[in-house]
């Protein structure tokens, strides 16, 4: 079964200040991570994606995320945040094995950014 | 930039009351989905759809639920008698292919009383 793990709920950073939003996951098998974000009354966008190439992956708006198999983990992150990164952002898993394609949701990390 | 649209924002039903939701995939998209997002909870994913038939679907798709692309531009959810637990945010989404990015409406809050 696979399943993702965000561990911060709510983030507060500075801006001009790194991100860092933290996300664990758990795939018996190799899998397709992405980052989605939501601003408010807004559709879920792809952030970034990775596909089992390279495992540093970057994506739109600066932002990045590293593929770490030993630690099972996507953090995002970003070296200097802007007041329009604030958005909650979810951590996706996806396993494509037995012909399942469906996405399965982190909880969600809602980041504020402080002017 | 194509999107997806769903209609309406927001929808208010009685319990045992039909609903059905609306939405309109990116035109060259060949598979859609249905994800709902109970409030403080995760985003589940409940079905998809390819060729006119579903390809996948979820425990939580149970057969209150149905889906259909009535026409070349729709896609509709169907609740067919609604419980107060139906309450959520329903996401739609569209890919090109089965492994490609799934492109996201910005869904349907759903309430039922």
């Known amino acids: 079964a696979q399943s993702v793990t965000q561990l911060d709920s709510h983030v507060s950073v500075s801006e001009g200040t790194p991100v860092l939003l933290r996300c664990n996951y758990s795939?018996?098998?190799?899998?397709?991570l992405f980052w989605y974000v939501q601003h408010p009354n807004k559709g879920l966008q792809l952030l970034l994606k990775?596909?089992?190439?390279?495992?540093l992956v970057k994506g739109i708006n600066g932002f990045e995320a590293e593929f770490k198999k030993s630690e099972t983990s996507f953090h995002l992150t970003k070296p200097s945040a802007h007041m329009s990164d604030a958005a909650e952002y979810f951590c996706?898993?996806?396993?494509?094995?037995?012909?399942?394609?469906?996405?399965?949701f982190g909880k969600g990390t809602k980041l504020s950014v402080i002017p | 930039e194509p999107e997806v649209t769903q209609t309406p924002s927001h929808q208010v039903t009685q319990m045992g009351q039909e609903v059905i939701l609306r939405c309109v995939p990116i035109?060259?998209?060949?598979?859609f989905y249905w994800y709902r997002q109970i409030l403080g909870q995760k985003v589940e994913f409940l079905v998809s759809?390819?060729?006119?038939?579903?390809?996948?679907k979820s425990e939580i798709f149970d057969d209150q639920f149905s889906v259909e692309r009535p026409d070349g531009s729709n896609f509709t959810l169907k609740i067919r008698s609604t419980k107060l637990e139906d309450s959520a945010m329903y996401f739609c989404?569209?890919?090109?292919?089965?492994?490609?990015?799934?492109?996201f409406g910005p869904g349907t809050r759903l309430t039922v009383l």
């Open positions: 989404a569209s890919s090109e292919a089965r492994l490609n990015e799934q492109f």
């Open positions: 035109s060259n998209h060949l598979y």
């Open positions: 795939s018996s098998y190799s899998p397709s």
């Open positions: 990775y596909t089992s190439a390279a495992t």
């Open positions: 996706v898993v996806r396993y494509s094995g037995a012909g399942s394609y469906q996405l399965t």
């Open positions: 759809f390819y060729n006119n038939e579903i390809s996948e």
